[in-house]
């Protein structure tokens, strides 16, 4: 099972739906999540991190944590063309080993 | 401006032949890490350093070395590169206070190994 798994897509969502990534991970103990967004051809960029389980939201960008399922999603509200990307899942492990695992990513394409 | 540069940008060399990727960062950050990033594997941590001198090995850290004797500069190195090192490499720095949060990335490296 791989420590971090996320859907590869290509993910589909219309100009103004709702696009929903999902990413599973199989440490328990972890303890931060992250999302990033790539564009291609260029680096990663942090969008989110969240810690404790429940939402937290950033403009159109909303994480969303169960440790108890061990489940981590990112909605983006209002889809644009330019959220046209691939989004990566990181996750850290528990303290004492700060290694950052991720997912091999999501391709969301928004079609206008 | 604040940022994470990495040189060179591109390198194509051949199997055996020592090479250094260097990484600086100006933001005064504790953390640091080398990704590599391969089709259908994404992107995967090779070494990460919490402080100077402190160095630590992340999920595919075989073939590598790094060093951290200043807080802005993280090299890596190849000492003998094989062809199954070519990839795309990424160098990243953030604060110690929170580990990993505000992780800024460098805008790569792309090794080819002939």
């Known amino acids: 099972q791989k420590e971090v798994e996320q859907n590869s897509g290509p993910l589909s969502v219309p100009e103004g739906a709702i696009a929903s990534l999902n990413c599973t991970y199989s440490d328990r103990g972890s303890q931060s999540f992250f999302w990033y967004r790539q564009y291609s051809g260029k680096s990663p960029e942090l969008i989110m991190s969240i810690y404790s389980n429940g939402d937290k939201e950033d403009g159109r960008f909303t994480a969303q944590l169960n440790k108890a399922s061990q489940y981590v999603s990112l909605l983006i509200r209002d889809s644009q063309p330019s959220d046209s990307a691939t989004y990566l899942c990181?996750?850290?492990?528990?303290?004492?080993?700060?290694?950052?695992?991720f997912g091999t990513g999501t391709r969301l394409t928004i079609i206008p | 401006e604040a940022q994470v540069t990495q040189n060179p940008r591109y390198l194509i060399t051949v199997t055996g032949k020592k090479l250094t990727v260097t990484c600086s960062q100006n933001?005064?950050?504790?953390?640091m890490s080398w990704y590599r990033q391969d089709p259908g594997l994404g992107l995967r941590q090779i070494y990460y350093s919490m402080n100077v001198e402190v160095t630590d090995k992340g999920d595919v850290p075989e073939g590598y070395k790094v060093s951290r004797k200043e807080k802005r500069n993280f090299p890596l190195i190849l000492e003998s590169p094989s062809p199954n090192q070519t990839s795309l490499y990424f160098c990243?720095?953030?604060?110690?206070?929170?580990?990993?949060?505000?992780?800024?990335f460098g805008p790569g490296t792309r090794l080819t190994v002939l």
């Open positions: 990243a720095s953030s604060l110690r206070e929170v580990p990993y949060n505000e992780q800024f």
């Open positions: 933001m005064n950050h504790e953390y």
């Open positions: 990181a996750v850290l492990a528990r303290f004492g080993n700060e290694k950052l695992t």
